[in-house]
């Protein structure tokens, strides 16, 4: 116990006598090289242009706006990649798992592919390669005139909401909890009288009801924006930016690869006499696979699958390669470039990220713990 | 006799290229106990799996309650929710409790209510002597008890037939008896039963026929008195010698 | 009595049509009406995928040529020549041209020692070892750099390519072991402050994206250099690369830890072992053999990433290939794409090869006895 604590003491000093060191030559170098320190640059006039920004920018706003707009974009860009890696990875391992050769054999092809080339490479791909490659607005591809695809991105009809579209918000959201209700009430009506009860009908009856009473209240508070060309350019409609697609493209296409084996591995897990057990029974195979096999592989696949949504996040930080202005592109590139503030501006970027993994870690432990099996599993 | 309840004629299957079962003839009548016993690999197994359609068979016919089992059924579920099934692994769902894996098909195969549901599992889960337990997990149980709760689990079906695929081969010796002990029970209560099993003493005291299988086919079948006091085939008297010795 | 004698009837062959092609097509490909269609869908599919692959790769393609001219055609396929001519930029950079031979010796060697060293029967595995952790990595810098034993100093901001690609994943892997190893034994002891600043670092290395540390090597190091001592950038990159990666081999090699029986520590215990004895002699050589696949696997996924140092200005084999696209007499439409297409075939080939091995080393490993 007492050597222990020595060697502990040890460490300790020597931990903190290099950092000692760092930071005073951190000191020296910025005063040798008249950089200035703190994070007072956050409050300044940033003075660039951001050509994606999900709420009001200009170039008078502060740096500190600046981070909001990029951390924004990162969370726009990582989330919808987490929903289409999730739709297509998932349907990538069931199909790996089919019983049709082909299909399965498709799927293996697929996996092998996109997860054995450099995530930087893709992207690049879909942006120098394709989307960059597209002809000029003047000769864009148009989807029923209402669609258009350039190499300025791709424009897209919008709807314009005017005074009274918070109604159609409110139908929206009483619509989600009716939905969840209707739901809970068929379960219970299941198990209380045995009769399945519907959940569709309602919800049509209850839909209409809802839009009716929003139009009664707002009238049709909506206008189609249709993108028209004018010049060299588009007017009108929202323009998703090729950086932006060629980013979620490759997010997406890449890490539904390594979802899909991690989809597969955990259904495979599930024991094949589960599946014996509930045919015996009599349960359909729908059944045996919503109440006996899912549940069972979703314990197996949520931890990795987790995992992958933080790399697919810590990954669309290669943004930068492309210029999507996301929290490392406009922070570590274009701030950087502007302050100079090395060390501030490194260490924020690095915080944002480390609080999002830290959170997602906390977050699977606790749901670790609430879904451990209870008792050893046969 | 009544009308049998299962009728197996002249059927055949193969694993691949390889012949597991030949030339099976089989009929069971309704309440009949019959104990299927024979090396492992003789296809015993594999022939109550083609019960219910478990395996498939290629050739033959199979009849389960009238009703043959073929690729066009439509009602393979409902003749699945008659037969019961107990397996050499127990395959309780891990994560549902002891009572939720007894109500799962009744309320989703049979329509049965929660309550219904559960009152039917304890009824049965009393039945194997394992009331207290209703609300544990498979994990937390020995395997004799898991076993017994896979009973009850296929009993909650009320089903007409159970099979019993090498029930008692995955547990350690002391707990054999109290497994054995319900199966002897529902014996005497008439349901028909057909059981793989090499306990010896379990067929003589329960079975009205004894089945002996060998490379996949029916060596010698007789009453349980006559199959192990004067076996009828060199092969038959091989095995039994050597199940019996010990 | 009498026994009669049993003859067990002979096996009969299955009916035609469940065995063979037709069995085999029966059950996976035309099981059900719905299989069926599933099935002529893909296959639909797979001729449309092949025929767009070689319409463009071969029979469109154009394959020689001095500049641009060859591959402005009509119907346009790849422009191979574009690769042909830049070949020796992709796997050298500019390295200069009378020193290439100085990398190919380089990767000769390597090669050399590697084969043996990753298949499981050949022996000398210790010596193999101590070659290519002591000597090969001495060799291979004087051979690169040059400005000793009579060779030209070549300046590392001359390299670039396959050379850059492979220097820092190697060094990368390389060097993350024996921290990664120090590191996931500290997360594991029993001393609450070394534990602590070894969860702290993974935990933080982990969090962040490697395109962040690179930035912070490239840009930060040199502030925390006193005045006067700096790397050069591929060093620095190297660094970050390596401090990356030791964060994700500690939790490769704490798996291995975690897996080795409590009673192997019991049995060095009562053997009168102490911590490090027992460590280096008996729990680490077991560890690191269980990981073989997880370090490969780690080493996969930073081969994969050495790609990022394209973003802080060097010229790995992405690099590089972007770099050439600027050259106007190359300026063709299929000149990016035919580039990628080239550089995702090389990285792809490494990755699938050692990810085949990986698994190769898995189904080993759990089939072994003596391990």
């Known amino acids: 116990m007492h050597r222990d604590a020595v060697l502990q003491a040890l460490v300790l000093v020597a931990v903190v006598a290099g950092m000692v060191w760092l930071v005073g030559n951190v000191q020296s170098n910025l005063e040798r090289q008249n950089i200035n320190s703190g994070f007072g640059f956050l409050s300044e006039r940033a003075g660039f242009g951001i050509n994606q920004t999900l709420i009001d920018y200009t170039e008078d706003d502060s740096f500190g706006r600046v981070v909001v707009i990029g951390l924004l974009n990162t969370l726009l860009v990582s989330i919808l990649g987490i929903l289409f890696a999730t739709l297509l990875g998932f349907s990538l391992g069931v199909a790996r798992l089919s019983r049709n050769w082909l299909i399965s054999k498709i799927a293996m092809v697929y996996i092998e592919i996109f997860r054995n080339v450099p995530l930087l490479l893709q992207i690049m791909f879909w942006y120098f390669g394709v989307l960059r490659n597209l002809p000029s607005p003047r000769q864009a591809l148009s989807v029923g005139d209402a669609m258009f695809i350039s190499n300025r991105g791709i424009v897209v009809p919008w709807l314009e909401a005017g005074a009274g579209a918070m109604w159609y918000g409110l139908g929206l959201l009483a619509l989600a909890a009716g939905f969840i209700w209707l739901r809970r009430r068929a379960l219970n009506a299941k198990l209380t009288s045995g009769q399945p009860t519907q959940v569709w009908r309602p919800l049509l009856v209850l839909a209409l009801a809802l839009f009716g009473a929003a139009a009664v209240m707002a009238g049709v508070p909506f206008a189609l924006d249709v993108p028209q060309l004018k010049g060299f350019n588009f007017r009108g409609g929202v323009t998703v930016i090729p950086e932006f697609v060629a980013l979620l493209l490759a997010l997406s296409l890449y890490t539904a690869a390594f979802i899909a084996e991690i989809v597969r591995s955990g259904i495979n897990s599930v024991n094949k006499g589960q599946r014996e057990a509930s045919a015996a029974l009599g349960l359909p195979e729908s059944l045996a696979l919503r109440l006996v096999v899912i549940p069972q592989a979703l314990r197996v696949i949520i931890p990795p699958l987790t995992s992958q949504y933080l790399n697919l996040t810590k990954n669309s930080s290669l943004a930068v390669a492309i210029a999507y202005p996301d929290i490392v592109s406009v922070l570590a590139g274009t701030t950087l470039s502007q302050v100079g503030q090395a060390v501030e501006i490194i260490f924020v970027t690095m915080m944002i990220y480390l609080s999002l993994s830290l959170f997602t870690s906390w977050a699977m432990n606790r749901y670790n713990q609430r879904m451990a099996f209870v008792g050893n599993a046969t | 006799m009544t009308d049998p309840v299962i009728r197996i004629s002249d059927m055949n299957k193969w694993f691949g290229t390889f012949h597991v079962l030949r030339d099976i003839n089989l009929q069971v009548a309704a309440g009949e106990k019959i104990v299927i016993c024979g090396p492992s690999g003789s296809g015993k197994s594999t022939l109550i799996r083609c019960l219910n359609r478990l395996e498939q068979h290629q050739e033959g016919t199979i009849e389960v309650e009238g009703v043959s089992l073929d690729g066009s059924l439509k009602n393979l579920e409902s003749i699945r929710s008659n037969v019961g099934m107990v397996f050499q692994q127990f395959n309780l769902f891990p994560h549902m409790s002891v009572l939720e894996n007894c109500t799962l098909a009744p309320i989703w195969v049979k329509q049965k209510t929660k309550q219904e549901a559960e009152a039917l599992a304890r009824q049965f889960l009393e039945r194997v002597r394992i009331p207290d337990q209703a609300d544990k997990y498979p994990g937390q149980l020995s395997g004799g008890q898991q076993q017994r709760v896979a009973i009850a689990r296929a009993l909650c079906m009320n089903p007409d037939i159970m099979l019993f695929d090498e029930p008692t081969s995955a547990l350690d010796p002391e707990m054999i008896k109290e497994v054995l002990d319900v199966m002897v029970e529902l014996a005497e209560d008439g349901m028909t039963m057909l059981c793989v099993t090499h306990e010896m003493g379990f067929a003589r005291q329960v079975a009205d026929r004894v089945i002996f299988m060998d490379e996949g086919e029916i060596v010698e079948e007789n009453e349980p008195e006559a199959f192990f006091s004067n076996p009828q085939n060199e092969r038959t008297k091989m095995f039994l010698s050597q199940v019996l010795s010990h | ?371």
């Open chain 3, 1 to 371: 009595m009498s026994a009669k004698t049993w003859t067990p009837t002979p096996a009969r062959p299955a009916p035609a049509n469940t065995v063979g092609f037709v069995g085999w097509a029966r059950e996976n490909l035309f099981a059900t009406k719905f299989d069926s269609a599933l099935t002529v869908f893909c296959a639909g599919l797979i001729l449309y995928v092949l025929d767009v692959v070689f319409g463009w790769a071969i029979v469109d393609a154009s394959f020689s040529g001095e500049d641009r001219n060859a591959c402005l055609k009509q119907v346009q396929g790849a422009c191979w020549p574009f690769i042909d001519a830049k070949l020796g930029q992709f796997i050298y950079g500019r390295y200069p041209e009378m020193e290439r031979w100085r990398v190919d010796w380089v990767f000769a060697l390597g090669l050399l020692g590697l084969v043996p060293l990753l298949m499981p029967k050949v022996g000398f595995k210790r010596a193999n070892v101590i070659f290519m952790l002591g000597f090969y990595p001495l060799f291979s810098f004087f051979m690169l750099t040059g400005g000793s034993f009579g060779l030209v100093p070549v300046e590392t901001s001359d390299w670039g390519g396959l050379l850059v690609t492979l220097v820092v994943a190697v060094t990368g892997i390389v060097g993350s072991l024996p921290l990664g190893i120090l590191l996931a034994l500290g997360r594991r002891s029993e001393l609450p402050i070394v534990r602590a600043l070894c969860v702290g670092f993974i935990e933080i290395f982990r969090g962040v994206p490697l395109i962040t540390v690179l930035f912070m090597a490239s840009v930060m190091l040199p502030l925390f250099l006193p005045d006067g001592v700096n790397f050069d950038k591929l060093m620095r990159c190297l660094i970050g690369v390596a401090l990356f990666a030791s964060a994700y081999m500690a939790e490769v090699v704490r798996g291995g830890l975690q897996a080795i029986p409590k009673g192997q520590y019991e049995a060095a215990a009562a053997l009168g072992f102490g911590y490090w004895k027992t460590t280096r002699l008996i729990i680490l050589p077991q560890a690191l053999k269980l990981v073989i696949p997880g370090i490969v696997n780690t080493f996969i996924g930073l081969f994969k990433d050495t790609t990022l140092v394209l973003i802080v200005g060097l010229f790995d084999l992405l690099g590089i290939v972007q770099l050439h696209f600027t050259d106007s007499s190359w300026a063709t439409p299929e000149t990016h794409i035919t580039g990628y297409a080239f550089a995702a075939f090389v990285f792809w080939v490494f990755c699938f090869a050692m990810s085949r091995y990986s698994i190769f080393m898995e189904k080993h490993l759990s089939t072994d006895p003596n391990q």
